[in-house]
């Protein structure tokens, strides 16, 4: 076992070399500590400005350089449970990668989860592990309404995305 400073210092380099999402689980297994360990140790790194993101798969390092040359835009949209794998495939599938969903609540003001979602298996992982769980999405919160930040290439492709989720209803209305 190692300390901690030590352990950390392997977290973030085990962070930056891995281009999918770890659990806190996988983590713990290769420190040979507990999740808990794992989880202050994430914990600890964010209060130091390292930009985990905590995902329905796992840890991954948000690295903003990376993904500088990405155009990014903010959808408001609506829709049933039912479609929501369908809106979900719409925005992957036009090239987009559904970064997060954002709800406004009246109460607590804005709620906001990582989903970090590029393909149709990402979306078909996030979908088993909600079914899986039955938990409830954070749109039920607002009535359906929600917002995803969406990354991609170029503007056109986020046009595109913006005019499929129109075609299809699920655009609110502005």
Known sequence: MTDGATRRTELMKILRQESRPLSGTE??????VSRQVIVQ?????????RNILSTNKGYVLYDPEHGQNLCRRIFAVNHTDEQMREELYLMVDCGGHVCDVIVEHE??????????????????????????????????????????????????????????LEKKGFLKNK
Do not use: C, W
């Open 27 to 32: 983590l713990a297994k290769r420190f040979g």
């Open 41 to 49: 140790d994430i914990a600890l790194l964010r209060a130091t400005n």
């Open 107 to 164: 109460i607590y003001g804005q709620l906001s989860a990582d989903l970090i979602l590029k393909n149709r298996r990402d979306v078909d992982e996030f979908i088993r592990k909600m079914g899986e769980i039955s938990d409830q999405p954070l749109k039920v919160l607002t009535g359906g309404s929600h917002f995803h930040t969406v990354e991609a290439e170029s503007e056109d492709i986020l046009d595109e995305i913006e005019a499929e």
